[in-house]
């Protein structure tokens, strides 16, 4: 009894905290399918197109065809029968994500290909300098690996005015590659150290057994190493794509003209434009921005929490 | 064995081999290492000689030796209460980014069921999916707006003569904004905590509980200390973070009211990309990045890792 006790106990603390980090995300997805106008006037209140449509929809199911309530953006409700008023409450409550959408699409699309370049390239570049800096000697391994990971040591507030004077002096403010390369360049550091850290503790049996075979480094690079590290290929490639999707300040002085803003910059300069009132869009936009990490993350949650897991994290 | 090693040269011998691979391997080295040089090392040394000069706009760079740094240190009003406001938020993460995550890992990890464990580690990853921006706006907008989340729910249970609006309020500006995250649960410091605890060896367990050390004493007295590593690892972390910490306050307060959420780094913002004064900000960085180095070199010196209590036992 004891022992059931206690475990309930945990439970109930853990459900505590997980609520109330929770509930500001609650907040934002339930007033994303309100109007202006009802959070204005109640803030605590579920959705009336949401709630309209599931008795429309309830209605519709059972064949009753008393009318359903439709409240319009400018406040008047009208009545209409079930099967209409579904079809009109849902596209009520979906207006905030058209709206928004409509806004944030360029964000979105510059943040998917700076974020799918930089984390192909992390990856393409890290795995190929962790490899040979694990498996070959050769003068200077030793230089240059230490050449690379004290720059771990470099904090970014220090770097970050003299990267942007470099990358004025390069002529790239303004264009995709102001992103693309210095997020290669600083986010290869940890992702070498990671994965030599990694390839390091594989077996040399394996790479011997394979060279016995005639495979070359191609070979043992793609078929062995590869292959063997893909929980920590997964953390270095979650780890790049969470860094540059959230990176704020960034892309904010680097995109001064706008056009190439990504989705962090292009929420700030939304909700400090003309739409900072309009709390509907602004909450259906935040909510929209988190939909591609979430796939990523039903994708990836088990091999990246196996990665984090390995115990590659520690001082 | 041996008479593979005949068969198929696996080493060829000779100068001429050796030469043509370490050139390949310095190939397969150069892209990393222009990237390294051009967009990390370059501007790290840029920013101390930068930190020696005024940079007008349109007119050339004017060299002015330590005066940047006589300036940060003796005439700029604003570098002083920053430093403290820095100081405050450092030392909160570090409270609440050092416990709240390990308590929670803990329980997560003294749960029976695999299948909990593992659901609740997901629950608490879920927020790290919201961008940054989101979260600090959704912050700013709807909890600490005046008819936010907070103010209503002071209305509510009656005690409406609280209410204020945080952000604007100097007294409360500064805490409103370090609540921004509350209860600090969420995110993958729970990950590596609990990694942690599943590392500890089951014999450690097992002897702990033959001697009757279960509940807080485990925890104190095994756990913690078992847990060394991980907790070393998130004070470099924090500290170097806490330090760095700007664009949230950028975002919800622009540092104000007045100078009262302003930090170092904020400065250093602003004094790049208002004021156009360059030479100032790199001088400013060139401070921030001594108070990180001398912490994490005192972090590593003075804080034991488990590896290393075990080694020296």
Redesign the interface.
């Known amino acids: 009894m004891n022992k059931h006790l206690q475990?309930g106990l945990?439970?109930a603390?853990?459900i505590m905290?997980?609520l109330?980090?929770?509930v500001?995300?609650a907040?934002?997805l339930n007033?994303s399918f309100r109007s202006n106008t009802e959070i204005?006037h109640s803030?605590?209140g579920m959705p009336e197109s949401v709630t309209n449509a599931i008795v429309a929809a309830r209605r519709v199911i059972q064949s009753d065809n008393t009318p359903v309530d439709i409240a319009e953006t400018d406040g008047t409700v009208r009545s209409a029968p079930p099967r209409e008023a579904l079809r009109e409450n849902i596209s009520l409550a979906l207006l905030n994500y058209q709206r928004s959408w409509a806004l944030i699409r360029p964000y979105m699309i510059n943040s998917f290909v700076v974020c799918a370049a930089t984390a192909l390239g992390v990856l393409l570049?890290?795995s190929?300098?962790a490899y040979?800096?694990s498996r070959?000697r050769?003068?200077g391994?030793r230089v240059?690996y230490y050449?690379?990971i004290s720059?771990m040591?470099?904090?970014?507030?220090?770097?970050?005015?003299?990267?942007?004077?470099?990358v004025r002096e390069?002529g790239l403010l303004n264009t995709y590659w102001a992103m693309i390369?210095?997020y290669?360049?600083?986010g290869?550091?940890f992702a070498?150290f990671v994965m030599k850290g990694f390839f390091d503790g594989l077996p040399e049996e394996l790479f011997e057994s394979a060279?016995?075979d005639?495979a070359g480094h191609l070979q043992s690079y793609l078929h062995i190493v590869l292959p063997l590290s893909k929980p920590v290929l997964s953390v270095v490639l979650i780890m790049n794509v969470?860094g540059s999707?959230?990176n704020?300040?960034w892309p904010f002085?680097t995109q001064s003209d706008g056009q190439y803003h990504v989705?962090?910059?292009g929420?700030?300069v939304l909700?400090t434009s003309a739409f900072a009132s309009s709390?509907s869009t602004?909450?259906a936009?935040?909510m929209l921005?988190?939909i591609p990490?979430?796939v990523?993350?039903i994708y990836a949650?088990r091999p990246f929490?196996r990665g984090?897991?390995?115990?590659a994290?520690?001082? | 064995m041996g008479s593979i090693n005949q068969d198929i040269p696996l080493k060829p011998s000779g100068l001429s081999y050796k030469l043509t691979g370490a050139l390949s391997c310095y190939a397969l080295l150069l892209a990393p290492l222009a990237l390294l040089g051009v967009f990390v090392y370059a501007p790290f040394f840029w920013a101390f000689a930068g930190s020696l000069y005024e940079f007008e706009v349109g007119a050339p760079a004017q060299f002015v030796g330590l005066n940047n740094f006589a300036e940060i240190f003796f005439r700029d009003p604003v570098i002083g209460p920053s430093f403290i406001n820095m100081v405050l938020i450092t030392v909160f993460m570090l409270c609440v980014r050092l416990t709240i995550p390990l308590i929670v890992a803990k329980l997560i990890y003294s749960l029976p069921g695999e299948r909990s464990r593992y659901v609740y580690r997901i629950i608490f990853l879920v927020p790290i999916v919201v961008p940054m921006v989101a979260v600090q706006l959704i912050w700013g907008g709807m909890i600490y707006a005046d008819r936010g989340l907070l103010n209503e729910l002071l209305e509510l249970v009656g005690l409406g003569q609280f209410t204020t609006g945080w952000l604007s309020n100097p007294r409360t500006a500064l805490l409103a904004c370090v609540m921004v995250g509350f209860p600090f649960a969420g995110g993958i410091e729970i990950l590596i905590y609990y990694a942690g605890l599943s590392g500890i060896p089951q014999s450690v367990n097992e002897a702990a509980k033959l001697e009757g050390c279960v509940g807080l004493r485990k925890f104190f007295y095994i756990d913690i200390p078992m847990v060394m590593s991980q907790i070393k690892l998130m004070l470099v972390l924090t500290i170097i973070a806490g330090v760095q910490t700007y664009e949230n306050l950028f975002i919800l307060t622009r540092g104000g009211p007045g100078f009262q959420t302003t930090v170092p780094a904020l400065w250093m913002y602003y004094n790049a990309f208002s004021f156009q004064r360059m030479g100032y900000a790199c001088a400013i960085g060139v401070c921030l990045f001594v108070v990180v180095f001398t912490l994490t070199v005192l972090n590593m010196r003075y804080i034991r890792s488990t590896e290393e209590l075990e080694g020296a036992r």
């Open positions: 475990t945990i439970h603390v853990l905290f997980a109330l980090t929770l500001p995300f907040f934002a007033n204005y803030f605590f570049i890290s190929v300098a040979t800096l070959n050769f003068p391994n240059v050449f690379i720059a040591m470099f904090p970014g507030v220090l770097t970050f005015v003299p990267t942007y004077m470099v390069l390369l210095p290669m360049a600083g290869q550091v070498i060279r016995i005639g969470i999707w959230n704020f300040m002085v989705i962090a910059s929420l700030f909700a709390f602004l909450f936009a935040y921005s988190s990490l979430l990523v993350f949650t929490i984090i897991t390995s115990g994290f520690k001082a």
